[in-house]
């Protein structure tokens, strides 16, 4: 038996439409934060047939033929990993809001099989595996700022910057913890419709992606805002103009964004806005505007509100 223990990460680029969507190879490179918390604990167990469960979620049948599908991937594509498991989910994270439990899910899957199998993979080919069940989990492994990058027949996650590098916050604001009615799988099969996607490839490819990685590098946090903010607002675009369109983002979601522009203008915060796919806003922000972000937070009627620091990625507990 092995536990393993992850959280989501925050896409600073964001990941959104594969070159492959069976083996989720994404279209372009991407780049995230990976959180202290919420966390999710992964326990695998040898056993005679395969099975699923979890705490906070009801497991219906395409849940489970994910995670099978998944773990045969898993064993087709690293054959000393063979093992039939039971899987045991224990997770903080409400699902499907917006929040990167996918990521954190299948990151410390892949962490505690690789562990159960014990064939000594490294990280770099742990996110590989994660990334079989869920694009955003392979950087989820890795800790500090990961960045997601093609290579001619896979993509991998790799650390750009350790945890300590720089010390950011995300403060969570969660309009509503409903699950969203389209998931992110579905919704990266159609991302190629919208007319503005190829666009988009071509920034994050020629400009985006590195501006991104300068800004963390430099600890830029007016060159981070910027890119992440047009990314952000970019993704969402295509989005809602691919067939069939996903409108992820709320009227609160609008209202709170709306709201955190006019405070960062008028105190002169260093807060940054973005959000996945789903109406919850994630505020990234440095030390001295945590307590005005963290207040503003706590009085938004009807939201749930995480925090995080930057964190360590997956590991074994």
């Known amino acids: ?13 964001k990941y959104w439409g594969n070159r492959n969507n069976e083996l989720r190879l994404p279209a372009a490179d991407s780049l995230s934060m990976t959180l ?20 906070n979620k009801e497991m219906k049948d395409k849940d489970i033929e994910r995670f099978q599908k998944t773990v045969d991937l898993i064993k087709q594509y690293h054959p000393k990993v063979q ?56 950087r ?12 001619e027949d896979s993509a991998i996650a790799r650390q750009i910057a350790p945890q300590d590098h720089w010390e950011l916050f995300d403060i969570v604001i969660a309009p ?22 190829k666009k988009r490839i071509t920034d994050i490819t020629e400009r985006r992606q590195q501006e991104c990685i300068d800004a963390i590098a430099n600890k830029d946090f007016e060159k981070l ?21 996903l409108h992820y983002l ?19 915060l260093p807060l940054l806005y973005t959000m996945d796919a789903g109406p919850t806003v994630h505020v990234i922000c440095e030390a001295e505007a945590l307590e005005t972000v963290r207040a503003y937070a706590n009085v938004q009627k009807g939201c ?14």
């Open 176 to 197: 509503n913890t409903d699950h969203k009615k389209v998931g992110s799988t579905e919704g990266h099969a159609s991302a190629w419709t919208s007319p503005h996607y």
């Open 225 to 245: 805002m910027a890119v992440t903010e047009e990314d952000c607002l970019d993704m969402h675009h295509c989005m809602q103009t691919q067939d069939p369109p």
């Open 304 to 317: 749930k509100v995480f925090e995080a620091s930057v964190g360590k990625g997956a590991h074994l507990v």
């Open 1 to 13: 038996m092995i536990t393993a223990c992850s959280t989501p990460n925050i896409a600073l680029i």
């Open 83 to 138: 093992n039939t498991i039971s899987i045991e989910i224990d997770s903080q994270i409400p699902p499907g809001i917006g929040l990167a439990s996918s990521a954190a899910v299948f990151s410390a899957l892949a962490k505690a099989i690789a562990a159960l199998a014990d064939c000594g993979l490294n990280d770099e080919q742990i996110s590989q595996m994660a990334r079989l069940g869920s694009g955003s989990a392979a």
């Open 36 to 55: 202290s918390e919420p966390c999710v604990e992964i326990t695998v167990t040898e056993s005679d047939r395969f099975s699923v469960s979890s705490n």
């Open 250 to 268: 709320s009227d609160e979601t609008y209202r709170i964004v709306d709201e955190l522009k006019t405070l960062r203008k008028t105190q002169h």
């Open 140 to 151: 989820s492994i890795v800790g500090g700022f990961v960045a997601l990058e093609n290579t």
